[in-house]
């Protein structure tokens, strides 16, 4: 089945940039989501990129694919204490009303 | 809008107990999902509901139930608990759209004793 990977944890410190991995073995993959998840809260949904687009930016967020590779970065420009959190990639090949795979999250820890 | 809400946050059973966790969304969405979050193990799938009136089994349903009330409620009922469901779990609704995406409840946090 689908398998979606992401290391489990990564520490920076404020005002640095954070880059956030995920690897994921779909290849029909067409949706590729990044959520965010607070202490004791839900996941909302940061940003969302497809299969057909490189790279897209959202403020301080850039998102990267490498389709070749199937690799899917999330970058974190000024990385602020306000983003600590787990940070959860998903695919699906379909849209987000069919089934979603989801990594097991990275949690970021920003040192003041 | 209230999004999706869960009741209850936290519920504490005994082993073999059985409780049934609620999810509701006011999105009109189509699909309904229930998730269980374990540490290092990210978001497992237990059981979907693509429309009212069907429902489908996800990554880890053993032990699990779920009811399609109606198109803003989807339960999921544990039968007889056991230890191996401590967990959050979560409940997600989502529209039609091929850019839609899914909407999370605030989480159960379940302990079975």
């Known amino acids: 089945g689908e398998d979606v990977e992401q290391s489990l944890f990564l520490s920076v410190r404020e005002g640095d940039s954070s880059v956030i991995n995920c690897t994921y073995t779909d290849s029909s993959s067409t949706y590729l989501y990044w959520y965010k998840q607070e202490p004791g809260a839900g996941l909302q949904l940061l940003t969302y990129?497809?299969?057909?687009?490189d790279m897209k930016q959202d403020q301080r967020l850039t998102v990267l694919l490498n389709k070749k590779d199937k690799h899917l970065s999330l970058r974190i420009a000024d990385t602020q204490t306000g983003d600590s959190a787990i940070y959860f990639c998903?695919?699906?090949?379909?849209?987000?009303?069919?089934?979603?795979?989801f990594g097991t999250g990275t949690k970021l820890q920003v040192i003041p | 809008n209230a999004g999706v809400t869960q009741t209850p946050k936290f519920q504490v059973l005994k082993t073999g107990q059985s409780m049934t966790l609620q999810c509701a969304q006011d999105?009109?969405?189509?699909?309904m999902y229930w998730y269980r979050q374990d540490p290092g193990m990210g978001l497992r799938l237990i059981y979907y509901?693509?429309?009212?009136?069907?429902?489908d089994k996800g990554e880890v349903p053993n032990g699990y139930n779920v009811s399609r009330l109606n198109k803003r409620e989807f339960s999921l009922r544990l039968e007889s608990a056991a230890p191996s469901q401590t967990s959050v779990y979560f409940c997600?609704?989502?529209?039609?759209?091929?850019?839609?995406?899914?909407?999370f409840g605030p989480g159960t946090r379940l302990t079975v004793l």
């Open positions: 999105m009109n969405h189509n699909s």
């Open positions: 990129i497809f299969s057909n687009m």
């Open positions: 997600a609704s989502t529209g039609r759209g091929a850019t839609d995406t899914q909407y």
């Open positions: 998903a695919e699906t090949p379909s849209g987000g009303y069919q089934k979603v795979t």
């Open positions: 509901s693509a429309s009212e009136g069907t429902t």
